[in-house]
């Protein structure tokens, strides 16, 4: 009996995995679009922002989203403004076809992956007051990144406006500024720190 279970079950996920395709989305205009219908719905959503390269750290948070929320999206973006040195961004790692594999295995419902130019049709002026909270540790050797966080994280939030956000508890001084920036532009929802070891 134990056994005929453990097949029924393997053939459940086998048939959820098969029938629950993701989107890879690149413009905000089809993002809102498939958002918009679950939201129509009531869905609650959850978002993992992301630059890409995927490892288990980010597995943990996704996992995370994906138990706690009826639709994850996940932001795969490699931003330009966080970064201070040309070549670091230059030489960032991208391996998009591997992420999309690693994120439909996760039942992941949306990928955004937007170009430069529809995240920044503009240049981003926006200057934000962290004080020091983004002047010590990281700040002070990266001068302008947790700016640049803001500017791409706040971006996100307001093209998902997702219910929960979720950031690996490890980079807690990005987690603490994006937790004050939330607070700072009084966005409603939550930030969840997650433990990624
Ligand atoms: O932690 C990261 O990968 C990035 O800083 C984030 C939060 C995705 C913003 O680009």
Redesign the pocket.
């Known amino acids: 009996m134990a056994r005929l279970f453990s097949i029924y079950g393997k053939y459940l996920v086998a048939l959820h995995s098969k029938f629950t395709s993701m989107t890879i989305i690149e413009t905000i205009a089809s993002l809102n679009d498939s958002l918009q219908t679950y939201r129509d719905q009531g869905k609650t959503i959850g978002l993992v ?3 890409g390269a995927l490892h288990d750290g980010h597995g943990a948070l996704v996992r995370r989203c994906v138990a706690e929320n009826d639709v994850t999206v996940v932001s795969l ?1 490699v ?1 330009p403004t ?1 970064f201070n040195n040309p070549d670091d961004l230059l030489h960032y790692p991208r391996t998009p076809e591997e992420d999309n594999r690693l994120l439909e295995a996760m039942n992941v419902d949306i990928v955004f992956a937007p170009t430069v130019d529809e995240m920044y049709p503009e240049p981003d002026k926006r200057v934000f007051e962290f004080g020091v909270l983004s002047e010590v540790m990281e700040g002070a050797f990266r001068p302008g990144h947790f700016n640049g ?1 803001a500017q ?2 706040s971006k996100l939030f307001q093209f998902v406006r997702p219910n929960v956000a979720y ?1 690996g508890e490890k ?1 807690f001084q ?1 987690l603490a500024i994006v937790k004050e920036m939330v607070k700072q532009l009084q966005l409603p929802l939550e930030v969840i720190g997650v433990a990624t070891v």
Do not use: A, R
């Open positions: 922002p992301t630059m973006f931003n966080q966080v791409v994280v950031f980079d990005q």
